[in-house]
């Protein structure tokens, strides 16, 4: 089984749609990350959280907002998504060397 | 000016080939340094962490200049499992990590 599951691994939207994606992590560890990544720009953290009570905003949190239920899961919502949302979103976790990623969410926003 | 930049390539080459990556980035205070792979429509998975003494794995060899703010990435002997997208990542502090938009590699029978 995967150490870093992601659902859904694809999803098709609507504009102003509520949408959730969640991450599950079986490897034990505190941190937690979202990224989203686009052709040409590369991975941009979103939020990330280093334990259950800690939330933090990344690079790019204007739109979204995030929830960590237990170390082990971590969600992010889109409260109304819009078109340029559209991307490949990727959870992480992390020891203090290295960032094991989920397999990704492709989301397309209509 | 993005945080880290890469070449986008593509670097097309013949198996056997070395070919080499470069990426620079901005932020002087960064602390740690990556080369990710990320295999198309896949996740990024770590290739091997950059050291500043230099470092090399098998075929692979990472090299850090803080001077000048760049890291390298050397591909010896090129397979054609090779071919992918190679991401450099730096680490301001605490795990917050940037990533390059990537560079990809197609390497040719």
């Known amino acids: 089984d995967a150490d870093v599951t992601q659902t859904p691994r694809n999803r098709i939207t609507k504009t102003g749609k509520r949408i959730m994606l969640e991450c599950s992590q079986t490897k034990g560890h505190d941190r937690m990350y979202w990224y989203r990544q686009d052709p040409g720009l590369g991975l941009r953290l979103i939020y990330y959280?280093?334990?259950?009570?800690?939330?933090n905003k990344g690079e790019i949190s204007d739109g979204y907002s995030v929830s960590r239920q237990a170390q082990a899961k971590f969600s992010l919502s889109l409260e109304s998504a819009i078109p340029n949302q559209t991307a490949l979103y990727f959870c992480a976790t992390s020891d203090p060397e290295t960032q094991y990623f989920g397999p990704g969410t492709r989301l397309l926003v209509l | 000016r993005k945080e880290v930049e890469q070449d986008p390539g593509p670097f097309n080459v013949p198996e056997g080939a070395t070919v080499a990556f470069n990426c620079t980035y901005s932020n002087s205070a960064s602390q740690s340094f990556f080369w990710y792979r990320q295999d198309c429509r896949k996740e990024p998975k770590l290739l091997m962490s950059?050291?500043?003494s230099g470092n090399e794995d098998g075929r692979f060899t990472a090299q850090l200049n803080r001077a000048s703010q760049y890291i390298s990435l050397l591909i010896r002997d090129s397979k054609l499992s090779d071919s992918a997208t190679y991401l450099c990542?730096?680490?301001?502090?605490?795990?917050?990590?940037?990533f390059g938009a990537g560079t990809r590699l197609t390497v040719k029978p």
């Open positions: 990542v730096v680490n301001r502090n605490n795990n917050d990590m940037r």
């Open positions: 950059v050291y500043s």
């Open positions: 959280s280093f334990d259950v009570k800690d939330i």
